[in-house]
């Protein structure tokens, strides 16, 4: 069964670091570009970053400068690397094999003031 796990999210204060993980089973992490979305209460999932198969990667405007994308192609694992952290980062991340309509559960990050 190819599953995504994320795990890394927590409680962070402003201007703080986390790194947050995706482990990829099965062949999808091959196949698919991998992405990171996020959802905060009351808004719409929106894109984070995304890497390709080959090591490229996306960010939208809003997202450029404070997080990072990558992935471990020895380990089967995608990282999102996100510091100088503001209260508005505050959402629930998600993996996504890109195309797939596969998801990782979720994880929590919540950046306090």
């Known amino acids: 069964q190819v599953q995504l796990v994320e795990s890394g999210g927590g409680l962070v204060r402003a201007g703080g670091s986390l790194r947050l993980s995706c482990a990829a089973s099965?062949?999808?992490?091959?196949?698919?570009?991998m992405a990171w979305f996020r959802q905060a209460p009351g808004k719409q999932r929106e894109l984070v970053a995304s890497i390709t198969v080959g090591g490229s990667t996306t960010y939208p405007d809003a997202m450029k400068g404070r997080f990072t994308i990558s992935r471990d192609n020895t380990k089967n694992t995608v990282y999102l690397q996100m510091n100088s952290l503001k209260p508005e980062d505050t959402a629930v991340y998600y993996c996504?094999?890109?195309?797939?309509?596969?998801w990782g559960q979720g994880t929590q990050v919540t950046v306090s003031p």
């Open positions: 099965g062949n999808i992490f091959w196949a698919n570009g």
């Open positions: 996504n094999a890109l195309f797939s309509g596969l």
